[in-house]
């Protein structure tokens, strides 16, 4: 099982917005910005008010959270912000999975 760490700080969201790359994968939008000085992964969620209700959106959150420490992709170290549309909230757990660890190979494989 992966560590993955919380997303903080007003300095980290600027730089993924600045320097980070996004990719889209299924229902999911992953943006990663590599940081070496980082011991581990630290991961954010942004979820739209437009995917549905608050109850939604924390379930899509929780699903998510959830398929990421299911993941067999090692993360590498740096700042992940995931994004969801309301498709994910439909999508079934393994491919859910599968659109992280397609995310997240593409990220770091651009990133080698």
Do not use: H
């Not at 993360?75 to 439909?90: H, P, Q």
């Amino acid at each position: 099982m992966t560590t993955v760490g919380r997303l903080r700080g007003r300095r980290t969201f600027t730089a993924l917005a600045q320097q980070g790359r996004t990719v889209r994968s299924g229902p999911l939008r992953v943006r990663f910005l590599a940081a070496p000085e980082v011991a581990s992964a630290s991961v954010g969620y942004a979820i739209s008010k437009a995917t549905g209700g608050a109850v939604d959106r924390n379930r899509i959150r929780r699903r998510i959270r959830s398929a990421i420490l299911c993941s067999t992709t090692p993360l590498t170290s740096g700042f992940y912000l995931v994004s969801a549309d309301a498709a994910a909230l439909r999508a079934s757990f393994p491919d859910l999975t599968a659109a992280w660890n397609a995310a997240v190979s593409r990220l770091t494989g651009e990133s080698a």
